[in-house]
């Protein structure tokens, strides 16, 4: 009989549940599952099968991961290399996709590294490097603890070990690897990204004048929600790049998300100043006006703008959602008539905001709450687009 369907939500509570299990039974018999690796991952592939015969592969792969994770980590010795690769053909072997064992083998370089065992964690973590950037800074970590290892006293010029390190960093800020494909890592606290911090923080040092590393870092704690550490770090790249755009940019999207209006103001100011002739400082001066519904800011950019030859369609929209976020109904009508008019071979995306607005217009409380913050997002979004400033 096939089994009824259930929500997701559903789904990945019963699987946390059923994930939950396995970590205490591993912790409660880890002698007797190190000693029975291969009927131990055959009970959980056959758990399961049974218990979510419709799992998509990717999720079933994910949990056998996750659980040779807990296996590996709640081993107390050094395990052999011996064990170590008895360990990944059971768990690769149970696993549906029996190619991509980059999870798998930072798993056991991981373990290596705690145990001191670098050169031989650095021939697991080589195959995956630029996979996942973290990979790339692990390996760097390993040449380091091996250099800080060979060389005790102070020494005036790095080794060849270091120099590896520093190589693999730049490595890895040079081929702009996504930080965050090994899922299993994704927790702030994790032992992968503890070696990816310690190490960007080294290169910060090493090389105080590529910017490359502050994007990485900024990129992660995005991933990560991470405010405080984006904050810091967004102090020191606007500090020492003071005309580079991303860093602005990331700078006013932050302050702006704290609701800081006054630091958003302070970097659509510096930005002026660095870019005169550019849009993007007159888009976001609009932009913090509209979301602070401060009329004479907004005429101010807005005379700016018109002087900077700003298109003429993306303005009249902005002009609509700057009445629409001062809850004017009427205003933002007769704006949105206007715009109308000036916006020929658009009118796919004029109908599309015409039911936004009109929920905003007609609908209760709540729904025109809703679609106050769907047609500001809707154009803020085009207009981006339209103006070429990149997120």
């Known amino acids: 009989m096939e089994e009824a369907w259930q929500p997701e939500a559903l789904r990945n509570r019963r699987l946390e549940q059923l994930r939950a299990t396995m970590d ?9 599952v190190e000693g029975n690796l291969p009927v131990f991952f055959g009970h959980v592939a056959a758990t399961l099968d049974k ?17 040779a994770f807990t296996l590996l980590n709640v081993t107390r010795e050094a395990p052999t290399t011996e064990f170590l690769e008895k360990f990944l053909r059971h768990a690769m072997g149970n696993k549906r996709r029996r190619k991509g064992r980059a999870t798998l083998d930072v798993i056991v370089a991981l373990k ?17 490097r630029s996979y996942d950037g973290r990979t790339n800074a692990a390996v760097a970590y390993c040449y380091y603890a091996l250099s800080l290892a060979k060389n005790q006293k102070s020494r005036l010029r790095p080794d060849d070990l270091e120099l590896h390190a520093r190589e693999e960093m730049l ?3 040079r081929v702009r690897a996504p930080l965050n494909r090994l899922a299993l890592f994704s927790r702030r606290d994790n032992r992968l990204n503890t070696i990816f911090w310690f190490m960007l923080d080294l290169a910060f040092t090493w090389f105080p004048s590529e910017p490359e590393f502050y994007r990485m870092g900024i990129t992660k704690t995005k991933d990560d929600g991470d405010i405080e550490r984006r904050n810091h770090l967004l102090a020191h790249a606007t500090e020492r790049f003071s005309d580079d755009r991303f860093f602005l940019a990331e700078a006013f999207n932050t302050r702006v998300e704290l609701r800081n209006g006054s630091g958003a103001a302070a970097v659509v100011k510096q930005m002026m100043q660095q870019f005169p002739n550019d849009p993007e400082p007159l888009y976001y001066g609009m932009k913090l006006a ?13 005379k700016l703008a ?7 369609f993306p ?7 700057f009445e629409v976020m001062r809850n004017h109904k009427t205003e933002s009508y ?42 500001f997002m809707s154009v803020d979004q085009y207009c981006m687009q339209i103006l070429k400033i990149r997120e």
Do not use: W
């Open 24 to 32: 205490d039974y591993i912790a409660k018999n880890t002698g007797l």
């Open 51 to 67: 218990t979510f015969p419709d799992l998509d592969d990717r999720t079933y792969d994910d949990f056998i991961d996750a659980t």
């Open 112 to 128: 290596l590294i705690d145990s001191g065992n670098y050169y031989q964690a650095i021939e697991y973590l080589m195959p995956h």
């Open 171 to 173: 490595n890895v800020s």
């Open 290 to 302: 509209i979301l602070g519904a401060q009329p004479r800011s907004y005429a101010t950019f807005r």
């Open 306 to 312: 018109i002087l900077k030859e700003f298109p003429r």
């Open 315 to 321: 303005l009249l929209m902005l002009d609509t959602a």
């Open 334 to 375: 007769v704006c949105f008539e206007e715009a109308k008019k000036a916006s020929p071979g658009r009118d796919y995306y004029i109908t599309s905001l015409e039911y936004i607005l009109r929920d905003f217009i007609e609908g209760d409380d709540e729904r025109a709450k809703r679609a106050r913050s769907a047609f």
